[in-house]
T-cell receptor
């Protein structure tokens, strides 16, 4: 069964304290791995797509990396405005040749000033 | 460019009532979908559509109906609401064009409470 597990469930950081969020996955035929950011009361907002092991993407203080079993979202010198829930999703091959998107439960990040 | 628009933002229903959550997108996306988000669970796919007149079931379709008469609109109908359908519902769309970014654009969500 395709699974996506995110850890930790919640993370509290001080402003400037770098850390990483983890997304481990078990899927048949990975087509892509996505990171989204979700603010309270809003829909998820796209951050990155990664397609193959070794790939890296960066945006401001965020860097996403991918291996064959997991992805990391590294946050360097975070600011309070980085506080949000970060969602990981993998696109896998579904029955009949179609594709499906499997989401993790998310990591709630709080950055204190 | 409005993106994906969902209405209503909030709704309270009584058990057994029916209602429709509206979703519209102005990006000419072929693919549209409905997800529900519950505490402690990942987003789960309810129904999806790859174009006008074409719909299919996702992971948790029971109790919901959809139709796709136009490219822009993808309403989600609750036929007889149950407390288990209390959730936050998200509509999302993306292009299916070859070479297009395979990225979902989400609406702001509709929070539904069934008493």
């Amino acid at each position: 069964e395709d699974q996506v597990t995110q850890s930790p469930e919640a993370l509290r950081l001080q402003e400037g304290e770098s850390s990483s969020l983890n997304c481990s996955y078990t899927v048949s035929g990975l087509r892509g791995l996505f990171w989204y950011r979700q603010d309270p009361g809003k829909g998820p907002e796209f951050l990155f797509t990664l397609y193959s092991a070794g790939e890296e993407k960066e945006k401001e203080r965020l860097k996403a990396t991918l291996t064959k079993k997991e992805s990391f979202l590294h946050i360097t010198a975070p600011k309070p405005e980085d506080s949000a829930t970060y969602l990981c999703a993998v696109q896998a091959r579904a029955q009949g040749g179609s594709e499906k998107l499997v989401f993790g439960k998310g990591t709630k990040l709080t950055v204190n000033p | 460019n409005a993106g994906v628009t969902q209405t209503p933002k909030f709704q309270v229903l009584k058990t057994g009532q029916s209602m429709t959550l509206q979703c519209a997108q102005d990006m000419n996306h072929e693919y549209m979908s409905w997800y529900r988000q519950d505490p402690g669970m990942g987003l789960r796919l309810i129904h999806y559509s790859v174009g006008a007149g074409i719909t299919d079931q996702g992971e948790v379709p029971n109790g919901y109906n959809v139709s796709r008469s136009t490219t822009e609109d993808f309403p989600l109908r609750l036929l007889s609401a149950a407390p288990s359908q209390t959730s936050v519902y998200f509509c999302a769309s993306r292009t299916t064009a070859f070479g297009g970014a395979n990225v979902l654009t989400f609406g702001a969500g509709s929070r539904l409470t069934v008493l």
